[in-house]
C-alpha cells in the first residue's frame, strides 16, 4: 500500500515538475501595439510598393517590393513606428508608361491594435 502511495506521488511531482518546465520554456505573449506596428497600405493604383522607415528597434529597415493585387495590402512581419515612407509602381497606367508614387504615413509606437491603417488611395 505505501508503494503504491509513494508511486503515485512520485509521479504527481513528475507530472507537474514537466507541466512547469512547458510553462517557463513557453514564451510570452506580445502585448498589442506596445512597441510599433504593422501596417495595412491603400494601394488603389500600385501594383507593387516597397516601404522604408525605422523598425520596432529603431533601426532604419526597407522591405522589398511587395505585390498589391488589393484595395488594401496588409505587411505582414514588418513593425514599424514613426514616419514610414511607400514608393510605389503602377505597370499598367493609361498610355501604356510605367507611373512611379510616392506617400509616407506616421506610425504610432504604441496603440490598441496591432495594425496601422494608411490610406493612400490618392497617392499609391
Known amino acids: 500500500m505505501l508503494k503504491q502511495i509513494t508511486s503515485r506521488i512520485g509521479s504527481l511531482i513528475a507530472g507537474s515538475a514537466l507541466a512547469a518546465a512547458a510553462l517557463i520554456t513557453t514564451a510570452a505573449p506580445a ?24 523598425n520596432q528597434n ?8 511587395i505585390s498589391t493585387p488589393n484595395y488594401w495590402t496588409k505587411i505582414y512581419g ?9 514608393w510605389g509602381i503602377q505597370y ?27 490610406d493612400e488611395a490618392g497617392n499609391l
Open 31 to 54: 502585448t498589442a501595439g506596445t512597441n510599433g506596428q504593422q501596417m495595412a497600405i491603400s494601394t488603389r493604383y500600385s501594383d507593387v510598393v516597397k516601404m522604408c522607415g525605422n
Open 58 to 65: 529603431g533601426v532604419r529597415v526597407c522591405t522589398g517590393w
Open 78 to 86: 514588418w513593425w514599424w513606428k514613426g514616419e514610414v515612407e511607400f
Open 92 to 118: 499598367d497606367a493609361p498610355g501604356g508608361y510605367e507611373t512611379h508614387r510616392y506617400s509616407y504615413c506616421n506610425v504610432p509606437a504604441s496603440q490598441a491594435d496591432d495594425w496601422t491603417w494608411c
